[in-house]
């Protein structure tokens, strides 16, 4: 595969070696271009010849085929975590499900080699992503193709648990004839609080005032314009436990959100309470909804995921007769898993191409239209990172870095990681092994204990006015590129 150049700037360790004393501060000044918003553009480590993608979980077929078009592409499935581990030293890339823990020894394993994790579907809660980070990996993941099929499993189960549609079920085919034992609920006029009402969340509330619910929603992150399109009230976390008949999921698992169901949040709760879960298992105390079940506190549960997964045979949670449960199916129809696998394998060959990632997810997401006209920006500042380390000589002693930017952008509108990424990757490539990338960068300027100070500065917007900086204390006389003037100094 033929690199790029902006791809061999952004991501190729340099061949520099020399090594002289720094002084502990100087700063480059960059001039931006007049029109649109810049932002930072994700492009990996070219290769030479196909790169290598492990897909380690099933993914759709229609995937499959993009990523042969570009890449070898091995499916090995099941693999236990010492294999994974031995096989991502030969791999550019990782794709997964949520059955793959992707752990720091993963990346710790694959010697710099991999260049990107593609999570097939939305969660990615079982991606390390500091360890991804620190390695400069990137992550990506599918978020849109399995929304609808998420909300309509959290739909199936909601209805599927008012009616005891599984527990008759199951009743019929051990041969009885159980009519009044499996009464259920009604919905319709009930509350349902919706927690995290992102894509699958709003999906679900939609389709919940279909059915007569009055359904209210828990966020604190959800724009208030989002939940009035869908007719929904936003209230907060203490009042949707305290007023909803039903609650429904649909948060992610982070620190925050773990085990947010628990004995005290449970006692808030109303008597008799309903609990939808396609989330993940991890956001509820699984003890805890056991002790509320037996109480009677939650009359029924819905559980679609699970802290471990798979859980135990013997667990007494799925074995309690007032929960249903389904092995973790919500992405899974044939059109979302068709549409994920397209979803994540157009990412993760981008990403491979050293084009934008806009599912990226521990980088900076990307919109296209930006690219061409950072791109020269983008190589002049790694430039300048490398020409700054030569002038003011050295390397180890930098303590700090002052990037000037002048735009015709407001300063709020102007997004400058991936400038500040490739002037650290100038700084810091040559003067040590480290490779850098836009992934990596805030991170091994943290480690090397390197600041980076930025100010931006409004330029006149008219087409005659010169780009010219006012001039620092300390600037010396700028050296003029293209469009864009840079200033250098050292302390
Ligand atoms: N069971 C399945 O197969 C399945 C399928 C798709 C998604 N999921 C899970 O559902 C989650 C949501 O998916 P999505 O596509 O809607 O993601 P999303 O990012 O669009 O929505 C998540 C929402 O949760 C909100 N949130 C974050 N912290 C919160 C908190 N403490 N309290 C309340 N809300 C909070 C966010 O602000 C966001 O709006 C995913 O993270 C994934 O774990 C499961
Ligand atoms: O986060 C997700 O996208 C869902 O949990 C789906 O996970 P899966 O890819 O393992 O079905």
């Known amino acids: 595969m033929a690199a790029s150049a902006s791809s061999r700037l952004l991501s190729s360790p340099s061949s520099l070696s020399w090594k002289s004393p720094l002084p502990p501060a100087f700063g480059v000044a960059v001039a931006l271009p007049r029109s649109k918003r810049t932002v930072p553009r994700f492009v990996v480590l070219a290769m030479d010849g196909k790169p290598t993608v492990l897909v380690a979980e099933k993914l759709g077929e229609a995937g499959l085929n993009l ?68 390695h400069g990996c990137l992550v990506v993941n599918a978020p849109t193709a399995n929304t609808v099929a998420a909300a309509e499993h959290g739909i199936a189960l ?43 969340g709003s999906e679900v509330a939609r389709r919940a005032k279909g059915l007569g619910m009055h359904v209210i929603a828990h966020d604190p992150y959800a724009p208030a314009d989002r939940a009035r399109a869908v007719g929904v009230e936003l209230v907060s976390f203490d009042e949707a436990l305290a007023t909803a008949d039903f609650i429904s999921l649909h948060m992610p698992l982070t620190p925050a959100t773990s085990k947010i169901l628990n004995d005290e949040t449970f006692a808030k709760m109303k008597k008799g309470v309903h609990i939808v879960n396609v989330a993940r ?63 994540i394998a157009e990412a993760v060959v981008g990403a491979l191409k050293g084009e934008l990632a806009s599912t990226a997810v521990n980088a900076p997401m990307v919109p296209a239209e930006v690219l061409t006209e950072l791109k020269p920006f983008v190589q002049v500042a790694e430039k300048l990172g490398r020409l700054a380390v030569q002038l003011v000589a050295g390397g180890s002693g930098v303590k700090s870095i002052k990037v000037t930017y002048a735009s015709a952008r407001a300063p709020e509108d102007l997004d400058t990681r991936l400038l500040r990424a490739m002037i650290t990757k100038g700084l810091i490539e040559p003067i040590s092994s480290v490779f850098v990338n836009l992934v990596n960068a805030d991170f091994t300027a943290k480690q090397r204990g390197l600041q980076i100070i930025e100010e931006r500065i409004t330029l006149d917007s008219s087409p005659e006015s010169p780009l010219e900086f006012s001039p620092g204390s300390d600037c010396q006389r700028g050296i003029k590129i293209c469009q864009c003037h840079f200033r250098v100094w050292g302390g």
């Open 67 to 134: 990523l042969k078009e570009f890449a070898n592409v091995d499916c090995s499935y099941n693999l236990s975590p010492e294999e994974l581990c031995t096989k991502i030293s030969l791999c550019d890339a990782l794709i997964v499900r949520s059955g793959t823990k992707v752990s720091r020894e993963v990346f710790e394993s694959s010697s710099g080699r991999l260049k990107v994790v593609g999570r097939a579907g939305v969660g990615i809660d079982n991606v390390d992503l500091s360890a991804a980070t620190e």
């Open 281 to 343: 298992g991890g956001v509820i105390d699984e003890a805890a909804l056991l002790k509320a079940l037996d109480a009677g506190i939650v009359a029924q549960a819905a559980l679609d995921v699970f802290t471990v997964e798979p859980p135990p045979k013997d667990s007494k949670l799925i074995q309690h007769e007032n929960v249903i449960a389904t092995p973790h199916l919500g992405a899974s129809t044939m059109e979302a898993q068709e549409g994920v696998a397209i979803e």
């Open 158 to 200: 909601l209805t599927a648990m008012a009616r005891k549609v599984a527990q008759a079920d199951a009743s019929m085919k051990s041969g009885k004839w159980q009519r009044n034992k499996y009464v259920g609920v009604s919905l319709v006029g009930k509350t349902l609080a919706v927690m995290g009402f992102g894509k699958v």
